[in-house]
């Protein structure tokens, strides 16, 4: 008997969450859908809500309640959960165990999130690494040396899969052998940039996950980016921001995370460097100055295991064919199609010279098929 009742507790959970998918999907902000599900209790209630009860809630304009009326002739509940469901993605709504509880501090916490692979843990230290897209090699170098370092330290890396800093500080966090989970301005299922497929596809596999509050199959829209920093410095206990414009995304993530109560760091650039400047202003209001990761981690009391330092390196001689590969690179990054058209190996020969390279810590493969030297 305890069995039966337990099943159909379940059974009845299970239903109802169809309904709390479809009130997440509603293109209303979050606090809209969080006071209509207070106001009918349940998200069941809300789909099967009459005209004259729609018509005389106070706190929805008028195109809010036609957005509603729209939604009830949508889709059936059932049949776009089962396919998000066969897609290999989680809801997680915001009363859910799972929920991270960091971003319910948030004002505007998110109803919902869409999750592929896994969530942070909860217990684990978190750094948000962000940063310009259109970055310098000096960005580049340091977000993947930030993202790798803090890595290898246990410290879980998010960031929004984006060009420049934030995908070269998830690369990081990878190559340190670490957990990054990427917050989408997009569904969960929509991989953007395209280019950074490789990347998405490894954050999954080495046990991160990628994040959005938009239902699957949400476009990319500008509108989307920068609500979800909220998210990005919401799960994060300290921002890192490590090249920036003055007006610029990282610096609309930084404030959030003042507001929100979370450390932010920031990388000393060149003073007449357009993509420094935001990172210096930030300094000189007082935000944490980011010299290394040692460093940082030093005043987070975290022990810093011994480093190999510069001399670490294998210091074999490298073969010619090693030598003409290596003097092709440098800190901007290059695919394998380029360097074969540079080098004039065949795709074989040349493959095999990265991975050398890459074994003997001479360079790093910073995205799929995209190679760096190591310093």
């Keep these: 008997m305890v069995k039966t009742d337990k099943r159909d507790i379940e059974m009845r959970q299970e239903a109802e969450m169809k309904y709390e998918f479809w009130l997440a999907g509603l293109p209303l902000s979050s606090g809209k859908k969080y006071l209509l599900r207070q106001h009918m209790k349940t998200a069941e209630a809300v789909y099967y809500i009459e005209e004259t009860d729609i018509s005389g809630i106070q706190f929805l304009t008028e195109k809010e309640k036609n957005t509603i009326r ?158 979800r920093n909220r998210i990005i410095s919401g799960l994060s206990d300290a921002v890192l921001v490590m090249e920036a414009r003055e007006k610029s995304g990282s610096l609309i993530t930084a404030d959030l995370a003042l507001e929100q109560g979370r450390d932010v760091y920031a990388l000393p650039g060149p003073v007449n460097s357009e993509l420094s400047a935001g990172c210096n202003r930030l300094i000189q209001q007082g935000a944490g100055l980011l010299l290394s990761p040692e460093t940082l981690l030093g005043e987070w009391d975290i022990c810093v295991s011994g480093q190999a330092g510069k001399g670490g390196k294998n210091k074999k001689v490298l073969e010619t064919p090693e030598k003409l590969v290596y003097s092709c690179l440098g800190l901007y990054p290059k695919n394998v199609d380029r360097l074969a058209e540079e080098t004039k190996l065949s795709a074989g020969e040349l493959l095999n010279i990265l991975v050398s390279l890459e074994l003997q810590g001479y360079i790093r493969e910073i995205s799929k098929n995209y190679y760096v030297k190591a310093e």
């Design 70 to 227: 729209q939604a009830q002739k949508g889709t059936d509940p059932e049949e776009s959960y089962r396919k998000m469901e066969e897609k290999g993605i989680r809801f997680v709504p915001f009363f859910s165990e799972e929920y991270p509880s960091r971003l319910l501090e948030l004002q505007d916490f998110p109803y919902a999130l869409y999750v592929k692979g896994e969530l942070p843990d909860r217990t684990a230290r978190k750094a948000a690494i962000v940063g310009a897209r259109r970055c310098t090699p000096y960005g580049e170098k340091y977000a993947v040396e930030f993202g790798k370092i803090l890595a290898e330290h246990g410290i879980e890396i998010i960031s929004g899969l984006a060009r420049g800093i934030d995908g070269m500080g998830q690369r990081g966090a990878l190559l340190g052998g670490g957990r990054t989970f990427a917050v989408l301005g997009s569904g969960v299922d929509v991989c953007y940039p395209r280019e950074h497929i490789g990347l998405y596809v490894d954050i999954l596999n080495q046990g991160g996950g990628i994040l959005s509050e938009y239902p699957p199959g949400t476009p990319p829209l500008p509108q989307n980016f920068p609500s």
